[in-house]
C-alpha cells in the first residue's frame, strides 16, 4: 500500500524545504515575533499593576485594551508560529470563520445574560 | 456537457483524486480541526468564567491580589510569577518554530537540540504551574467570618463598616497554629487578656504568636490592613466559620466558591494539555534522534506537534488575560 505521507510531489507541502539563507530570513522574522510577544505581556502586566481599577475612571479603557493586545499577541502565534498566514486561502478560512462566528455569538449571548441575570438579582429581589 | 471551457479537462482529471484543495495534508489538517474544536472547548470555559463573574453578586478577587507571591521570598509581586509562566511557554513555543525550521532544511541535529529545549520549556511550565496550584490551595494565613456588624478604623484612618459575613483575613504566621487551633488540635492553646490575643501551640518547640495585624477587602480592590485593638475588636465578632486555602468546597479568596473552581477548571485542563503536549513532544524527539524522519525525507510530524504545542501557548494568552489581569 502506498503511504500518502511519503507522497513527494508539488501539491503537498510535506518536504518544504528551504535553503540556509531563507532559513536566516526566517529566524530572524521568529526573533522579532519573541520580542514582540515578550515586551506586550510585559506592557500588560506593567498595566496590570499600575492603575489601580477602583482609582482610575478609564479602567473599562484599559480592559479593552488588554483585550486587544491579546487578539494582537494571538493573531502573531497563529499567522506566524503556527504558520497559518502561509496556508491557502481556502484553508485559512476553513479554520477561521467557524471559530469566529461560534466564538462570537457564544461570548455575545454570555456576558448579555450574566449581566441580565444580575440585574434581575439586584433589582427585582 | 454543456459549455465548451471544459472540454479539454478529462473526467479524471477532476474527480479522480490526487489533487489537494487546501494544499496540505490530512495530518495538518486534521490537527488543526481538532485545534478548532479543542479551542471552542476552551473559550466556552473562559465565556462561562465571564457569565459568572458578570452574574455574581459578591465581590471577585482580582488576579494581581491573589497572585503576588514569588517562591521563597518575602514581600508583594503582583503578576510577576504568572507573567514569568507566561515567558517561559513563549519561549518554549519559539524553540518548537524553530526546530520546525531546522526540519525544512532536513536539520536533524537541530531538530533534536530544539525538540529538547521545548521539552525542557514544557517541563518548567508544568513544575510552575504545580508551585502555583500549592499556593493557591494552601494560601495565606486564611479568614475568618465577622458573626455581628462591626465598625472599625483602618490605618489609613478610614472607617469601615463590615457587615455580617464579612470574611477577615489573617497573617501567615498566626494563621499557621489558627489553623490547628481550628481543626481541634488539643496541643493548642488560646489566650486572650487585656485586648491581646496569643495562640500557644506545645510540644517538642513550643510555638507562641501573638494576633498584631489583620486585613480587610484584602484579595478585592480596596485592600486595608488594621492594627492595634481594632484587631480584638474583630476577632471578638468572629463566627466560627474559619477558611484557610482552597479546596473545591471552600475557598479564602472570595464568598463565592466559582473563583477557585474555575481557577482548578481551567488551569488544571490547560495543565493536562501542558503535559499530554510534552509527552508527545518527547515521542517525536525520540523519533527524531533516532532518524525516523530522516528516512522519511521530511519532519512534517514536527509541524503537527508544533501546531499543538503553539495551541497551548495560544490559549494560555487567552486564560492569562482573562483569568489574572481582567
Same mark, same amino acid.
Given at each position: $500500500?502506498?503511504? !500518502? !505521507?511519503l507522497?513527494?510531489? !508539488?501539491?503537498?507541502?510535506?518536504?518544504?524545504?528551504?535553503s +540556509?539563507?531563507?532559513?536566516?530570513?526566517?529566524r530572524?522574522?521568529?526573533?522579532?515575533?519573541?520580542?514582540?510577544l515578550?515586551?506586550?505581556?510585559?506592557?500588560?502586566?506593567?498595566?496590570g499593576?499600575?492603575?489601580?481599577?477602583?482609582e482610575?475612571?478609564?479602567? +473599562?479603557?484599559?480592559?479593552w485594551?488588554?483585550?486587544?493586545?491579546?487578539?494582537?499577541?494571538?493573531?502573531?502565534?497563529?499567522?506566524?508560529?503556527?504558520?497559518?498566514? +502561509? +496556508?491557502?486561502?481556502? $484553508?485559512?478560512?476553513?479554520?477561521?470563520?467557524?471559530y469566529?462566528?461560534f466564538?462570537?455569538?457564544?461570548?455575545?449571548?454570555a456576558?448579555?445574560?450574566?449581566f441580565?441575570?444580575l440585574?434581575?438579582?439586584?433589582?427585582f429581589? | 456537457?454543456?459549455?465548451?471551457?471544459?472540454?479539454?479537462v478529462?473526467?479524471?482529471?477532476?474527480?479522480?483524486?490526487?489533487?489537494?484543495?487546501?494544499?496540505?495534508s490530512?495530518?495538518?489538517?486534521?490537527?488543526?480541526?481538532?485545534?478548532?474544536?479543542?479551542?471552542?472547548?476552551f473559550? #466556552?470555559?473562559?465565556?462561562a468564567?465571564?457569565?459568572?463573574?458578570?452574574?455574581?453578586?459578591?465581590?471577585?478577587?482580582?488576579?494581581?491580589?491573589?497572585?503576588?507571591?514569588l517562591?521563597?521570598?518575602?514581600?508583594?509581586?503582583?503578576?510577576?510569577?504568572?507573567?514569568?509562566?507566561?515567558?517561559?511557554?513563549?519561549?518554549?513555543?519559539?524553540?518548537?518554530?524553530?526546530?520546525?525550521?531546522a526540519?525544512?532544511?532536513?536539520?536533524?541535529?537541530?531538530?533534536?537540540?530544539?525538540?529538547l529545549?521545548?521539552?525542557?520549556?514544557?517541563?518548567?511550565?508544568?513544575?510552575?504551574? @504545580?508551585?502555583?496550584w500549592?499556593?493557591?490551595i494552601?494560601?495565606?494565613?486564611?479568614?475568618?467570618?465577622?458573626?455581628?456588624e462591626?465598625t472599625?478604623?483602618?490605618?489609613?484612618?478610614?472607617?469601615?463598616?463590615?457587615?455580617? #459575613?464579612?470574611?477577615?483575613?489573617?497573617?501567615?504566621?498566626?494563621?499557621e497554629i @489558627?489553623?490547628?487551633?481550628?481543626?481541634?488540635?488539643?496541643?493548642?492553646?488560646?489566650h486572650?487578656?487585656?485586648?491581646?490575643?496569643?495562640?500557644?501551640?506545645f510540644?517538642?518547640?513550643t510555638?507562641?504568636?501573638?494576633?498584631?495585624?489583620?486585613?480587610?477587602?484584602?484579595?478585592?480592590?480596596?485592600?486595608?490592613?488594621?492594627?492595634?485593638?481594632?484587631?480584638?475588636?474583630?476577632?471578638?465578632?468572629?463566627?466560627?466559620?474559619?477558611?484557610?486555602?482552597?479546596?473545591?468546597?471552600?475557598?479564602?479568596?472570595a464568598?463565592?466558591?466559582?473563583?477557585?473552581?474555575?481557577?482548578?477548571f481551567?488551569?488544571?485542563?490547560?495543565?493536562?494539555?501542558?503535559?499530554?503536549?510534552?509527552?508527545?513532544n518527547?515521542?517525536?524527539?525520540?523519533?527524531?534522534y533516532?532518524?525516523?524522519?530522516?528516512?522519511?525525507k521530511?519532519?512534517?510530524?514536527?509541524?503537527?506537534?508544533?501546531?499543538?504545542?503553539?495551541?497551548?501557548?495560544?490559549?494560555?494568552?487567552?486564560?492569562?488575560?482573562?483569568?489574572?489581569?481582567?
Open positions: $500500500m502506498e503511504r !500518502d !505521507d507522497i513527494v510531489n !508539488d501539491s503537498y507541502p510535506l518536504n518544504a524545504h528551504h +540556509e539563507e531563507e532559513g536566516v530570513k526566517i530572524k522574522n521568529i526573533l522579532f515575533v519573541t520580542v514582540l515578550t515586551v506586550i505581556t510585559a506592557v500588560e502586566v506593567a498595566m499593576v499600575i492603575f489601580k481599577r477602583a482610575t475612571f478609564s479602567w +473599562e479603557m484599559i480592559k485594551s488588554f483585550v486587544t493586545l491579546t487578539l494582537v499577541k494571538a493573531g502573531y502565534i497563529v499567522m506566524s508560529f503556527m504558520h497559518l498566514g +502561509e +496556508e491557502r486561502s481556502v $484553508m485559512k478560512k476553513t479554520i477561521l470563520i467557524p469566529l462566528i466564538i462570537v455569538y457564544l461570548v455575545f449571548i456576558l448579555t445574560e450574566g441580565g441575570h440585574y434581575n438579582l439586584t433589582n429581589h | 456537457m454543456s459549455g465548451h471551457s471544459n472540454d479539454n478529462s473526467s479524471e482529471e477532476l474527480w479522480g483524486g490526487g489533487r489537494s484543495p487546501y494544499g496540505i490530512y495530518g495538518k489538517m486534521y490537527m488543526w480541526f481538532f485545534l478548532v474544536s479543542d479551542a471552542l472547548t473559550s #466556552g470555559l473562559l465565556t468564567y465571564g457569565f459568572s463573574r458578570a452574574a455574581s453578586e459578591d465581590p471577585w478577587p482580582i488576579g494581581e491580589q491573589v497572585f503576588r507571591a517562591p521563597g521570598l518575602e514581600g508583594q509581586y503582583p503578576l510577576v510569577y504568572v507573567a514569568l509562566m507566561t515567558f517561559i511557554l513563549i519561549v518554549s513555543s519559539v524553540t518548537m518554530v524553530l526546530a520546525v525550521e526540519g525544512h532544511r532536513n536539520d536533524k541535529r537541530g531538530v533534536v537540540r530544539w525538540m529545549a521545548t521539552i525542557i520549556g514544557g517541563v518548567f511550565f508544568l513544575g510552575s504551574q @504545580a508551585w502555583e500549592s499556593h493557591f494552601h494560601g495565606g494565613g486564611g479568614s475568618f467570618l465577622l458573626a455581628t462591626v472599625i478604623t483602618a490605618d489609613n484612618g478610614d472607617e469601615y463598616v463590615l457587615p455580617v #459575613g464579612e470574611p477577615i483575613f489573617m497573617d501567615h504566621h498566626f494563621g @489558627a489553623e490547628a487551633y481550628s481543626n481541634g488540635d488539643a496541643s493548642v492553646n488560646l486572650e487578656h487585656h485586648g491581646h490575643v496569643t495562640l500557644t501551640q510540644g517538642e518547640h510555638h507562641e504568636v501573638e494576633l498584631h495585624q489583620l486585613t480587610i477587602h484584602k484579595y478585592i480592590e480596596d485592600e486595608q490592613v488594621i492594627t492595634g485593638d481594632d484587631i480584638y475588636t474583630l476577632w471578638e465578632a468572629r463566627s466560627e466559620s474559619f477558611t484557610f486555602g482552597a479546596n473545591m468546597h471552600e475557598n479564602e479568596y464568598t463565592q466558591q466559582s473563583y477557585a473552581n474555575f481557577f482548578f481551567i488551569t488544571g485542563f490547560h495543565g493536562f494539555h501542558v503535559f499530554s503536549g510534552v509527552v508527545i518527547f515521542i517525536i524527539f525520540i523519533m527524531a533516532r532518524g525516523v524522519f530522516e528516512r522519511r521530511h519532519y512534517e510530524m514536527v509541524e503537527k506537534v508544533g501546531l499543538y504545542w503553539h495551541f497551548i501557548d495560544l490559549v494560555w494568552v487567552f486564560v492569562f488575560t482573562f483569568y489574572y489581569l481582567i
